[in-house]
């Protein structure tokens, strides 16, 4: 099929880009032709045309004005697209045929660069992977925005998601795959929060050796060189202002899966996905953007070595005690703007002479924050005073060169201060004081030649001009004067003065903007040959901006520094869940103490709803996390192990998406557990079981206990309505019974969400659904099913049956046919055993009622719980079953 040699153009372009929409510029527009118009019209909401395309049909096209492109790339890049923006690179008036036109850049997820689509205080991460022949990958990441870089190696598929959710990675760019490698990565392809790209090349460059040298392994180089060249392939500029990377390992911090994460809401809140309810909420007193960042990150990546976080607590407590200078540095840093971002625009060339201004007053605030930081009694803080570079060459630089409210516009002059530029000077003057010479020289004509009507003027055409009328030409004096022009009634002149004044003055409005922008172009190239002072200065402003946020949260809240101890025991003094404790409307947080001793590894929690269980392991899940990331904790008294991992199974959803039930996310994520978990761990599980039947549940409840206790031997907090399992106190050495406690009042319950020794034996599971506002009669008809249900002699598997008819209205229990009782009688020893194999003698055919009479009459049900006295139900009723089985099979 022909196309016309434009549209020929655009698709030898559109092929190396197949995957991006391609903005392609046409004019004062972008133009998209083919799919990419058809889909453009939907995603933007734009009117979808046509266009004679040199074929025998018209081809789709849509357009977006290019004064407004960028607001229409946000809005594609947002919904996870990338945009390929095609520009002409030769002047039209020069091209012969069609205009030369090149891809100049490819906006995506992961390489953005404009600050309408990057939020101020979170990083924004492209990734790459590699695979290589040991079963091992390669994963780095860079925040083009900022230029940092990661790299590390993973050993397991299963770690990949993980690490690409702590970051927030929107992009991954991968190599060519195998049909087996594809297999083998199935769990991220065919994840939806990614978009893929792929990158085929693996060439070193050179000028990027210096960011890696022989650091990396060779799964990590291979990975970060991918990146590297997927960046130069698609932004199309030097990345100069990309900062050495970063190797580090992920058992260097506390593991967090994306289960805990959203449980203990991290970052942002379980029910609404917002910073607000978070613990990065909490914690956030930050005065920059890129500390905010920082604090973030510090929050995804607890610590793990003890010393690190040492120095961070006591930096934490020297600004804490230093009420006067921490206010000082808030007030300088609060100055400071994303000196960051603002580097990697200086390098990407698009920074404007307004970003310059605030890196200026960014650079004017050093001075305050080493003075105050070297006041503060903490010497690692002064000898950090003493190591921020003032950077006083690159204030004096746009101090002087730049002027102090300039356009945003950097071609449309304004923007280069008066006294930098000598040429730049005498243009100004010369467009200044223009108005002021003309009209001075038409005077001094007046004079001479004695016209008073004489005036000089200018025109687009012919430029400035002395205008004499006819009747006043004689008074001209000869050989001066040039004619320029003849008009009806006069005549235009011009003077060998005049011609150098023109001339000064056009040239002087030509050039004065084209030599503002050049200068403004080498203060910024000379800025970008210092961009790693700048990223230096940028990072330890950052760090030192987490440190006193961490203090005044500490300081406003009165928490307290924790210990860390060997021994591997939890020591709180009235802990509180710091989160819920500030988002209280009414009344005041429930503090309690935690004591598990190194001899006590798991804690059985019991007790009502709403009574605080889920809370209260929170909380403490909570003050692990603050301890190990530098911040002091809701406590009055803390001392801690330091936790390699935390594991948190909390909370009931269902997982559709993968068709996975309530209960098999339940499993799946206990296995996670049980099967990654050391001695050294954190485990939360809450209600496991609750989602199979009663039998089923605490079955795979004490299994999963006893596992823990046997095996992992991991701080486990593990809450439950299953209060049958209370007994494993007695079994299990290292387990102890808690229960939040509540009391009933004028049939109301209270409670009291105060953590004691010993378990609950009631729920209160009722008392909450009438809180829930259930209508009354339900409410009611509960009662007076759970009152019959704890009945003793009552039948409970006739009375759930009947549970539509009103209780007075149920039959009596009719005797049954004679049966061996099927349960020996447990009365004295306490506690059935739920999980031993119960002994069900075979019924005889024949025997009669008043042996199971006899049977049910022997068993103290007084002291039983219900559980028991259902469990002794189940065995009559399949003894029975069986027993009609066998007559049956007798008659037979």
């Not at 609404?272 to 909490?282: F, I, M, P, V, Y």
């Not at 516009?409 to 930098?420: L, Q, R």
């Not at 006819?470 to 050989?479: D, I, K």
Request: net charge negative.
């Amino acid at each position: 099929m022909a196309f016309t040699p434009m549209i020929e153009q655009y698709l030898s372009i559109k092929k190396d880009y197949a995957d991006a929409f391609l903005f392609f510029r046409l004019g004062d527009f972008y133009e998209m032709f083919f799919e990419d118009a058809i889909r453009a019209s939907k995603e933007l909401e734009i009117t979808l045309t046509s266009r004679d395309g040199g074929s025998t049909e018209r081809i789709p096209m849509c357009g977006v004005p290019y004064h407004s492109a960028q607001s229409y790339i946000t809005l594609l890049v947002e919904k996870g697209y990338k945009v390929a923006i095609c520009e002409q690179v030769e002047d039209p008036k020069a091209a012969k045929g069609v205009v030369k036109r090149e891809v100049v850049q490819l906006v995506s997820p992961g390489t953005i660069m404009e600050g309408g689509l990057l939020q101020p205080k979170e990083n924004n991460y492209l990734a790459s992977l590699s695979l290589d022949n040991k079963d091992t990958f390669g994963l780095a990441l860079i925040d083009l925005s900022t230029g940092e870089g990661k790299v590390t190696q993973l050993h397991e598929v299963d770690q990949i998601m993980p690490e690409l959710m702590t970051y927030n990675v929107k992009e991954l760019v991968l190599p060519v795959l195998t049909e087996e490698e594809k297999r083998m990565l199935t769990p991220v392809l065919e994840t939806s929060q990614l978009t893929f790209s792929v990158q085929k090349s693996f060439e070193k460059d050179e000028a990027f050796t210096h960011l890696y040298n022989d650091l990396l392994e060779q799964a990590e180089e291979k990975a970060y060189v991918l990146l590297l060249n997927y960046l130069q392939h698609t932004q199309k500029r030097a990345l100069e202002h990309l900062q050495p990377v970063e190797r580090y390992q992920v058992k260097d911090y506390m593991r967090l899966n994306r289960q805990t994460r959203r449980n203990l809401e991290l970052t942002s809140s379980l029910r609404e996905k917002k910073k607000h309810g978070s613990l990065l909420w909490l914690l956030d007193r930050t005065m920059t953007a890129m500390g905010g960042r920082k604090l973030k990150a510090w929050i995804e990546k607890p610590l793990i070595q003890l010393q690190p976080i040492l120095d961070r607590l006591h930096a934490v407590e020297a600004l804490k005690e230093a009420f006067f200078e921490r206010e000082g540095l808030r007030e300088a840093l609060s100055n400071v703007y994303d000196l960051e971002r603002l580097v990697g625009r200086i390098a990407y060339g698009n920074v404007n002479a307004r970003e310059l201004i605030q890196l200026k007053e960014s650079l004017r605030q050093i001075p305050s924050i080493t003075n105050q930081l070297s006041q503060v009694n903490y010497e690692p803080l002064k000898q950090l005073a003493q190591r921020i570079d003032p950077c006083q060459d690159i204030f004096d630089l746009i101090e002087k060169g730049v002027m102090e409210d300039p356009p945003i516009s950097v071609t449309e002059g304004n923007i280069i201060k008066d006294g930098y530029h000598q040429q730049l000077d005498e243009y100004r003057d010369v467009t200044r004081n223009g108005k002021a010479w003309l009209a001075a020289l038409e005077k001094k004509e007046r004079e001479e030649t004695g016209i008073k009507s004489l005036k000089i003027g200018f025109n687009k055409v012919f430029g400035y001009y002395i205008e004499v009328t006819r009747a006043n030409l004689r008074a001209l004096p000869e050989g001066r004067y040039e004619r320029k022009q003849t008009l009806a009634n006069a005549e235009r002149f011009i003077t060998p003065e005049l011609k150098e004044k023109e001339r000064l003055i056009l040239e002087a409005e030509d050039r004065k903007m084209d030599l503002e922008y050049q200068l403004f172009q080498e203060i910024r190239e000379r800025i970008k040959q210092e961009a790693s002072r700048l990223q230096a200065v940028a990072s330890e402003l950052a760090t030192l901006d987490v440190l006193q946020s961490f203090a005044s949260v500490s300081d406003d809240y009165h928490y307290v520094k924790p210990e860390f101890k060997e021994e591997r025991a939890i020591h709180l003094v009235t802990s509180r869940h710091p989160v819920v404790e500030k988002v209280l409307s009414e009344g005041e947080f429930v503090a309690n103490d935690v004591e598990m001793p190194a001899s006590c590894q798991i804690q059985l929690i019991t007790g009502p709803n709403m009574g605080g269980k889920s809370t209260y392991m929170r909380q403490i899940a909570l003050t692990v996390i603050m301890a190990q990331i530098g911040c002091f904790v809701p406590a009055d008294q803390a001392s801690l192990p330091i936790f390699d991992q935390i594991f948190t199974r909390i909370g009931a959803t269902d997982d559709l998406a993968s068709g996975q039930s309530t209960f098999m996310v339940e499993m799946v994520e206990a296995k996670e557990a049980l099967a990654q978990a050391t001695e050294n761990s954190l485990i939360l599980l809450d209600e496991i079981g609750r989602g199979t039947s009663t039998y089923d549940g605490i079955a795979i409840a004490q299994a999963i206990v006893e596992y823990i206790h046997n095996h992992i031997h991991a701080k486990t907090l593990f809450s439950t309505h299953y209060h049958e399992l209370t007994s494993l106190e007695q079994q299990l050495e290292h387990l102890v019974n808690v229960h939040v406690s509540a009391m009933e009042q004028d049939g109301s319950v209270v409670f009291l969400h105060k953590v004691k020794k010993g378990y609950a034996d009631k729920s209160y599971g009722i008392h909450v659904a009438e809180l829930a506002e259930l209508p009354p009669t339900l409410i009611t008809r509960a009662a007076a099913i759970l009152k019959t249900l704890e009945t003793p002699d009552q039948q409970v598997d006739r009375v759930i049956k009947k549970a539509a008819e009103p209780l007075e209205q149920l039959p009596e229990v009719r005797e049954a046919d004679g049966i061996d009782s099927a349960v020996d009688s447990k009365a004295d020893s306490g506690q059935l055993t739920l999980f031993g194999d119960l002994e069900v003698k075979e019924p005889k055919p024949g025997n009669k009622a008043s042996e199971l009479e006899r049977r049910i009459k022997e068993l103290d049900l007084l002291n039983m719980t219900p559980m028991e006295a259902m469990n002794v139900l189940y065995d009559c009723q399949m003894a029975l079953r069986n027993h009609r089985r066998a007559k049956s099979l007798t008659k037979g």
